[in-house]
């Protein structure tokens, strides 16, 4: 009997399953018949990444790190700061001095808050010098300058917090200055300020702000953002040959075409007539 006749090797049977391993997978199962969410899953987890990436690519995934560990000391802080003009400072004043590991979380929160925006920064750094922001990744370049804008608005609207003389004159000069602006600035002024001028409903506005409207926003433009990440894969680095034989064919693509639209924006000369000699016409006239 020739060799291929024989059937594949059993799979290694290792006796029964772990009861605990057999409920996970049971629970897996029913939420997946369900949901599908295990497809998502391999879709958002495993996908081919190109060759020559390295720890620059790792600084999106850091940012929102980050966002995570501010989402979860900033509700530990919710839970004993007290948003009133004639609390505030004693609220945090206790947070720092008495609320067992409050110095921690409040430093915590105060250092990711620099962190964040420092590490932002260096993700949109990388992605403009690799010039990942280009076709097809425009959305994602639009979606991260608006996570950039919300992370420096979530700056602004925490420094006012403290209620100190510091953080209450300097959110003064930058609303003010925001109040300038042609057009929408006064609108932006009264928004910001909660009234025509700052007072006690300025500071819940800012809390409200910061804990609520911005964290919302930032956390759903991230999902959208990483949903185009998933999709478009990431890009591959400037140098790699295949990318840059594509960007010249595009190239050259896009000069073919130009050339092209010039000869057909001419009137072209019916064939079988000769052209018409215009020095000729003009002495037989
Ligand atoms: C809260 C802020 C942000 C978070 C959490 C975030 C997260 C991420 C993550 C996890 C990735 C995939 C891995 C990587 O390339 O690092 C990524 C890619 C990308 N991000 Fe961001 N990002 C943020 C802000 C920004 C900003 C400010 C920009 C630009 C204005 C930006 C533009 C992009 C682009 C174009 C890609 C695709 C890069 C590629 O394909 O190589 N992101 N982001």
Do not use: C
């Not at 049971?26 to 998502?40: C, M, P, W």
């Not at 945090?92 to 620099?114: F, P, Q, Y």
């Not at 925001?178 to 600035?185: F, V």
């Amino acid at each position: 009997m020739a060799t291929t006749d024989y059937p594949d090797p059993p799979a290694k049977n290792i006796g029964p399953k772990n009861p605990l391993i057999q409920a996970g997978e049971g629970a897996v199962d029913f939420v997946d018949e369900r949901t599908g969410i295990v497809g998502v899953g391999k879709w958002f987890m495993f996908r081919n990444v190109p060759k020559g990436i390295s720890w620059f690519q790792t600084l999106g995934f850091t940012a929102m790190a980050v966002f995570g560990m501010q989402a979860i000391t900033g509700i530990i802080l919710a839970m004993y700061y007290k948003p009133d003009p004639a609390t505030a400072h004693a609220s945090i004043d206790a947070i720092t001095n008495e609320v067992t590991w409050g110095w921690l979380v409040r430093g915590m929160h105060k250092w990711g808050a620099s962190v964040m925006i420092v590490v932002v920064f260096l993700h949109m750094g990388r992605v403009f010098i690799w010039g990942a922001y280009k076709y097809p990744r425009e959305l994602t370049w639009v979606t991260g300058a608006l996570l950039l804008f919300m992370t420096m608005m979530m700056g602004l609207t925490g420094y006012l917090l403290v209620w100190d003389q510091k953080a209450y004159w300097a959110t003064v000069v930058a609303v003010n200055i925001t109040a300038q602006a042609p057009i929408l600035g006064p609108y932006l002024g009264q928004i910001l300020r909660a009234g025509p001028e700052f007072g006690p409903n300025t500071l819940s506005r800012f809390y409200s702000i910061h804990m609520l409207l911005i964290p919302g926003g930032i956390a759903t433009f991230i999902a959208i953002h990483l949903a185009l990440v998933s999709k478009l894969g990431i890009a591959e680095t400037p140098w790699s040959k295949r990318r840059l034989a594509i960007e010249a064919d595009e190239e050259d693509a896009k000069r073919r075409a130009a050339r092209e639209r010039i000869v057909h924006g001419r009137t072209p000369v019916p064939a079988g007539q000769p052209a018409p000699d215009p020095v000729r016409t003009e002495v037989d006239a």
